[in-house]
């Protein structure tokens, strides 16, 4: 009997051992695995509506459909729907309703993928108000007015009925009325913009007859539709003006014995008035435009703010194998195909880049454009960019264009990391180039009224006066280093990263690391905006924009600038009324 009492006390306490080393297993936190990664949860597409009420997001993970969610910012309410199988998509308020892109869902991929085929994608309307939401299947894409919201244009798919679907671009198009879902159709639509205030729509038309295309110009207002240009010919490259009181595209038009079409411009202005005006620009009626050369179809037009000229990019046109070897009699039609030419990679060693780099650049190099614009009121063309000096880039504004020229210090760049270029100015108006800098690395761009630019050099920030041709330094007596010492690359004297130009373009914001500097652009005054980042350990940092399409910073109004606080890692933003210091 005592034998039996001390087996069964024995095997109690082991059953006790047993159940704790079981809780404790059971307690253990369990090792991450890479399917739990692939459950996480991302934020990727994020917008907040106009007047703040409304803010929205989109989730995804690397292996289940993602999730668009809406909240009310004043009732904290919440609407969700799913999204389907897709990291990221256009999303946009308009008014009282939301649009997003909807992809098909993983179990829809995953067998259109088997297949060798792709999906399409949906537009879901949210009324705000309700919460209701519309599905409207096959979409392309959608747009809307920046500054309306009683419109949106939604471009369908195109249909799978179609054999071969590069012979031209155009399909179905919406215009869908948000309050009362009332819309128009069009068909064999390529490409449409609204302008910013929502009073015009562009629609470029491509059909399978090149005889139909055209571009329509749609007054929002009134319903009335007028064809801008029409033809046998292909329409393309549309862009609109910021302020929305001007838009550009390209003509092409088939051109015997060359390879690629003979291209011309067209662009409208005044727009914002009753009557406007068109311009058309030919290069083949212009003596001055160079030969074997034509305007590329690459490059999209762009009008400049002042709507006295249009920027396009021009390149090489050569002419086929057969009209050279009818122009050369005397040569014989190389009749050897792309087939049988050798597959052989050379790199020489006097390249300016690594073969690498030339790998990563084919595409680019292929259909590059040199920079070239077309002066209204003079009627004249200018060609920027050439051989020498490449790289150009288009003004919004004013009389001259900033270009560089890198070629002589690339394969510096290429072995030792470190990027150089020369500076060169271009006087859109008279046609004259200068150059405005050697040798330079730390150039920063233009002010808003695009007459001087910025740039570091051995410790100090000089303005360079593009109209006067004169640099001044205008750090050299402020009592700080704009050095910044904490970066550890092997640089020599890098420089604290400027915030941005006033948007007068009468001063410049830098950062000595900690406080923020307002400095005159001829470096006589100078004001600490911040005082206390330095004392305090803050770090103030770029400007939080109410409004994105803001030039420079308008120190007539309220401004906010970010704040990190080294110590306490607290972040937030920094107010200053009318621009005065804290």
Known sequence: MKKLKILLITCFFISLGLASQEDTIQCAPKPMEIWDIMKWKTISDKVLCDDGKWFAWRTYSEESDGMVCIRNLEEDSLYEFGSGFGRSGQMEFSGNHFMFIMFPNKEEQDKLKKEKKSGKNSLGIVDLKTGKLKKLQNVKNFGKPEESSDWIGIQFCVPDSRENKDEFRGSDFMLYHLADSSFYNFGNVAEFQFDKTGKWLVLVIDAEDT????????????????????????????????????????????????????????????????????????????????????????????????????FFGIHKNEMTEEAKAKQDSCREKDEKSHEDLPDMVIWHWQDKRLQSQQWVTETGDKNYSYLSYFHLKNNQFHQLANDSI?????????????????????????????????????????????????????????????????????GHFYTYDMKQRKSVNITASVPVSFINVEDDHNVTDPPYLPLDWSEDSKYVVLSDGWDLWKIDRNGDHFQNLTRQGRKDKIRFGNEYKIDPDDEGIDFSGDVFFRMHGELNKKMGLAEFKKGSPL
Not at 448 to 457: H, I, S, T
């Open 390 to 458: 490449r790289h150009y880039g288009t003004a919004k504004r004013g009389n001259f264009a900033i270009g560089y020229n890198q070629e002589k210090y690339k394969l510096q760049e290429s072995l030792e990391g470190r990027s150089f270029r020369d500076l060169y100015v271009y006087d859109l108006t008279t046609g004259e180039n200068h150059l405005a800098l050697a040798k330079n690395r730390w150039y920063f761009g233009p002010s808003p009224d695009n007459r001087y630019f910025l740039y570091y050099e051995k």
């Open 211 to 310: 005889a139909l295309n055209c571009v329509l110009l749609r007054n929002m207002e009134t319903g009335k539709v007028i064809s801008v240009a029409s033809g046998k010919a292909d329409f393309s490259k549309l862009s609109w003006t910021r302020e929305g009181d001007g838009c550009c595209f390209l003509k092409a038009e088939e051109k015997k014995d060359y390879r690629e079409k003979s291209i011309s411009i067209i662009g409208l202005y005044n727009l914002d008035k009753n009557d406007f005006k068109t311009v058309c620009y030919h290069p083949e009626l212009d003596d001055r435009f160079p030969e074997n050369m034509a305007i590329s179809p690459h490059f999209t037009p762009a009008w400049k703010e002042e709507l006295d000229g249009i």
